[in-house]
DNA sequence: GGTGACGCTGGAACCGTTTCCACGCTCGGT
DNA sequence: ACCGAGCGTGGAAACGGTTCCAGCGTCACC
C-alpha cells in the first residue's frame, strides 16, 4: 500500500507538494502536477482517510442520528438521506439513537471522538448544551423534523396538517371525531403535540366540542393505536371518524375496526399522518409530507454547508398536504 | 480536549501507561490503574477514534454494503442490523451500492482508505478478485443473501422457497400458473434466478406443463410487474394463479389485477416471496424469510469475528416458510 | 546589475494514539 | 550476597496525512 512518501520519491518532489496537488491546492505548476498525477496513476495510490481525518483533527464522513430506526417514517427519511450523501463520495455513519442514554452518549461521542465532517439529526431537538458543544466543535448540524433556533432545519406544520385532516373529516359531515396519538417515550421529538393541537384547533373554529374520552394517547405503535382505538369505539357514543397522529397509528385504528366488523369508512372514517410507504397499499387517507425529499434536502443543505461555509440558518417549511384515498369519507345513512 | 499526554501528566505516568490502562492490558498494576482512571474522569478525557483508527491501521467502525437501499426488503434487513451493532457502540458506515461502478469503488475505498474493522455485504456477491484483497487487507467479512465459499454468509434456499409457494397453488387446485420474476439489473444478486427454477421444479414435478409465455420478467419494481402482469394476462388461455419472485412485484401483479377487475384469488391467486412490511396490510401471501433476523444474526457474526478471531467460515441457511393470507385460494367455481 | 516580490517547492513539525524496546526494581533461588 | 527472571513502567518511533515556514529561482523594475 503506496504511502504520499512514496508518491513523492516517485514523482521525484516533496510530499507537501503531493499533498497539495490532492487538495487541488492552486500553487502547483502544471508540470509538477501533471508529473504527480502521473506517478500517482502508476502507483495506484490511494490517501488513508484515516491519516488524513487525524491531520484534519476530523473526518470526512457524515454522521446522521435517528431515533427509532423501525419507524417507517424514519426510514423513508433515510432513504432520501444516504444516496444524497453517497452519490457525492460521502461516507455516512448511522447511529440510532432510542434511549437517553443512547442519545447522551451518541452526542459526547460525536464531538469528542468520532468527530463528523457534519451532522444530520433527524427527530431529536438538540438541548442547548449539546448545540454549544457542537457549534465549539465546529461541526455543521442540519435538523429534519426539529427545529432549534440558529440552526438548518427541515419541517413541516404540524399543527396545520392535523387540521386539514380534520377540517376534511368536518368537511364530509363528521361532528363525532377523535383523536388518536403518541405520547412522547424515549427520545424524540413530539410531534403529535401540535399534531393533537391542530385537531383541537380544528374542532373549535367549526364549533364542534371534543369530548375529553375522545382524545386517547398511548405509546408509539400499532399495537397500541389498536387498544386506544377499542377503548374509544366502546363510549356510549363511540366516533364516527378518527384523527390518528401517525399513519402507523392509524393502522392500528384500521386493525381494530376491522376487527369489530365496522365498515370503512362507512362505520368509521380514519386519516393518518406522514404518508408513509404501506399508505397507499391500504387506501390510507392521510397527510402527506415529504419523507424522503426532507432527507435528501437536508443531506443538500449539509453538503452545501460543508463545501462552502456561509448561508443563514434558515428553518425551511415543507408543504403539507391531505391525500384522500378509500379510509375516509360520509357516514353511511 | 484533553489528550493522553494530558492524562499521563496528571497521573503522573507515561503515555505507554494511559494506554495499556485504556486497553484493559495485564500489565499495570492495580494501583496505577487507579490513579490513571481517576485522572481519566477528572479530565473528562476521551480517546480519539481517529488517532486510534491511523495508529491501527484501521478503524473501529464496521461498515455495511447494501443495493438498492430503497428496496423493503433491504430496509428490513437494515432494522436488524443497525440497531445489533450500536447497542455494542459499534459505529455503522452505510453504502448504497446501485450502479456497478459505486460497486467497484465502494470495494476499493473499503480496502485502500476507510480501512473499517470489519465488512457486511448485502445481497452482493464480491468477486474472487475482490474476495482477494478483503482477505489480504485482514477485513472480517459476512455476507447477508449471497455466499461465496470460504466467508460466513446468511442465506435462505431460495429455490425451496419458490417450490413450496408453487406447490401451495397446485394444492389448491391450480394449474395454469404463471410466474413474474425481475432479470438481474444493476448490482445485487439474482435470488429471482433460484426462484424462478423452484418455480419450474415444482411444476415439472407435478406434470404440468408451463407455456413459454407464463414466465414473464423484467426489471424489479412494482411498475414492471403490473406490466408484466398484464401481458401474462392477455393470453388467450390466461393464468388463474402467479407466483411472483419477490413481494414488491406481486404488489405490481395485484395492481394489475385489481385494475382489470378480476377477484383476488376467486380470479386470480397471487404468491409473493419474502415477507415484507405492507404484506400483511395486503393481505399478500408469501414465502416469509427472517429479514430482519437475517441482518441481526450476521451482525452478530460479525461482531464475534471482530471480539474473537477463529471460527470457521459457514453458511447459514435461514428458515423459509409459506404464509397463507388472503390473496390465494381455490379457483372460484 | 542590483533588488524586491512572488511563485513554487522541500521538509519539518504536528495530529493523538499504539507498540515496542529498554530499564529499574523486586524477589526467589543458590 | 549475587544473579537472573520477570513485572511494571517510561518514552521513542511509527501510522500517513496537512500545513507552515523558509528558501530558491525567476522576473520586473528601477
Redesign the interface.
Known amino acids: 500500500?503506496p504511502t504520499i512518501l512514496d508518491v513523492a520519491r516517485a514523482a521525484g518532489v516533496g510530499v507537501g507538494t503531493v499533498s497539495r496537488v490532492l487538495n487541488d491546492h492552486p500553487r502547483v505548476a502544471p508540470a509538477t502536477r501533471a508529473r504527480v498525477r502521473e506517478a500517482i496513476d502508476q502507483l495506484g495510490y490511494?490517501?488513508?482517510?484515516?491519516?488524513r481525518?487525524?491531520s484534519l483533527?476530523?473526518?470526512t464522513?457524515v454522521t446522521v442520528l435517528v431515533p427509532g430506526?423501525?419507524s417507517?417514517s424514519v426510514?423513508m427519511r433515510?432513504?432520501g438521506i444516504?444516496?444524497t450523501f453517497?452519490e457525492s463520495?460521502r461516507?455516512?455513519?448511522?447511529?440510532?439513537?432510542?434511549t437517553e442514554d443512547?442519545r447522551t452518549?451518541a452526542f459526547?461521542?460525536v464531538v469528542?471522538?468520532?468527530?463528523p465532517a457534519g451532522l444530520l439529526v433527524i427527530s431529536i431537538e438538540p438541548t442547548a448544551a449539546e448545540m454549544e458543544r457542537i457549534r465549539a466543535a465546529e461541526i455543521p448540524l442540519v435538523l429534519v423534523d426539529a427545529a432549534v433556533a440558529g440552526t438548518h432545519s427541515f419541517v413541516i406544520d404540524n399543527r396545520a396538517g392535523a387540521r386539514a385532516a380534520t377540517q376534511h373529516l368536518l368537511d364530509l359531515g363528521h361532528s363525532r371525531i377523535a383523536f388518536v396519538g403518541d405520547v412522547v417515550s424515549g427520545v424524540g421529538v413530539a410531534s403529535a403535540l401540535p399534531r393533537k393541537a391542530g385537531f383541537k384547533a380544528a374542532m373549535q373554529t367549526a364549533g364542534v366540542a371534543v369530548p375529553s374520552d375522545y382524545i386517547q394517547e398511548g405509546p408509539f405503535g400499532r399495537e397500541s393505536a389498536l387498544q386506544l382505538t377499542h377503548r374509544v369505539l366502546d363510549l356510549p357514543q363511540p366516533p364516527t371518524a378518527i384523527v390518528a397522529a401517525t399513519d402507523t397509528m392509524a393502522?392500528g385504528v384500521l386493525e381494530a375496526a376491522h376487527s369489530r366488523g365496522l365498515a370503512v369508512p362507512g362505520d368509521l372514517s380514519v386519516i393518518g399522518f406522514d404518508d408513509i410507504?404501506?399508505a397507499p397499499?391500504?387506501g390510507l387517507s392521510t397527510v402527506r409530507q415529504p419523507l424522503e425529499e426532507s432527507g435528501a434536502a437536508a443531506a443538500r443543505c449539509l453538503m452545501g454547508l460543508l463545501a462552502a461555509e456561509g448561508s443563514e440558518p434558515a428553518h425551511t417549511f415543507l408543504p403539507v398536504e391531505v391525500v384522500v384515498r378509500a379510509t375516509t369519507g360520509p357516514t353511511r345513512v
Chains 1, 2 share one sequence.
Open positions: 500500500m490511494r490517501p488513508s482517510s484515516l491519516a481525518a487525524l483533527g476530523k473526518s464522513s430506526l423501525t417507517a426510514g433515510l432513504r444516504i444516496p453517497n463520495d461516507d455516512v455513519q448511522l447511529s440510532n439513537v432510542d443512547q452518549r459526547e461521542a469528542t471522538s468520532s468527530r393502522l410507504d404501506v397499499y391500504v
